[in-house]
């Protein structure tokens, strides 16, 4: 039973590019969640994800978009990089949309230069 | 600001010895978590106490909850070099998105 996965691993891109996160949920969840992690930081909430709609959102510009695609994998989008995006981006699965009980990723660490 | 808000911010101790940390929140909440981190990758969830629960124990962890006084304490019995991580407290707005702590870092020597 494979946990949450996420890819890539480590990215470096340049100020001002865009760049695409993915991540595959825990088997048999359904709802995905994705979180900003800064250096020295905890974890801030970007956006869930249920039934391919976004269904909550934290402080965070509309440069971070996302979609749900019907196997329910997640994309994470970041246009116009800044080096303040430099993070761990976490993605988290749950059964529901109002599960206590997420799993997460290993994580992807963006580097922005 | 973050809801949660662990304390210390870091905290060295002995193998075998005892750890704890703290963690405020500031609104209601329907439930806390303590997760663990280990070098900056994915988080573990290590237990979940409900808003009507006073004290949990799992294993080597014990979680208390005080909501009179929007606290909850992360106690770690007879450590080990393996604990050495960061933990972090989540709380959940009832059923809303999770709000994370900056963390307590934790280094356990041998």
């Known amino acids: 039973d494979a946990g949450v996965t996420q890819s890539p691993t480590h990215l470096i891109k340049t100020r001002g590019q865009q760049v695409t996160l993915r991540c595959s949920p825990k088997?048999?969840?359904?709802?995905v969640s994705w979180y900003q992690q800064a250096l020295g930081q905890g974890p801030q909430f970007i956006f869930q994800?249920?039934?391919?709609?976004?269904?909550q959102r934290g402080n965070f510009p509309d440069r971070f978009s996302g979609h749900q695609f019907p196997n329910y994998s997640s994309e994470l989008n970041v246009n116009a990089l800044l080096l303040g995006d430099s993070a761990l981006y976490l993605c988290?699965?749950?059964?529901?949309?109002?599960?206590?009980?997420?799993?997460f990723g290993p994580g992807t660490r963006l580097t922005v230069t | 600001s973050q809801q949660g808000e662990e304390d210390p911010q870091a905290l060295s101790i002995q193998e075998g010895e005892n750890a704890t940390m703290n963690c405020s929140y500031k609104?209601?909440?329907?439930?806390l978590q303590w997760y663990r981190q280990n070098s900056g990758r994915g988080l573990v969830h290590l237990i979940l106490?409900?808003?009507?629960?006073r004290e949990k124990h799992s294993g080597r962890l014990r979680v208390t909850l005080d909501t009179s006084k929007k606290s909850s304490s992360l106690l770690i019995t007879a450590s080990r070099a393996a604990d050495t991580a960061s933990y972090f407290c989540?709380?959940?707005?009832?059923?809303?998105?999770?709000?994370f702590g900056p963390g307590t870092r934790l280094s356990v020597l041998p």
């Open positions: 088997s048999g969840h359904d709802t």
């Open positions: 609104t209601s909440i329907n439930n």
């Open positions: 988290a699965s749950s059964l529901g949309s109002g599960s206590y009980e997420q799993y």
């Open positions: 106490i409900r808003s009507n629960e």
């Open positions: 994800y249920y039934e391919e709609e976004e269904r």
């Open positions: 989540a709380t959940d707005n009832y059923g809303q998105n999770f709000v």
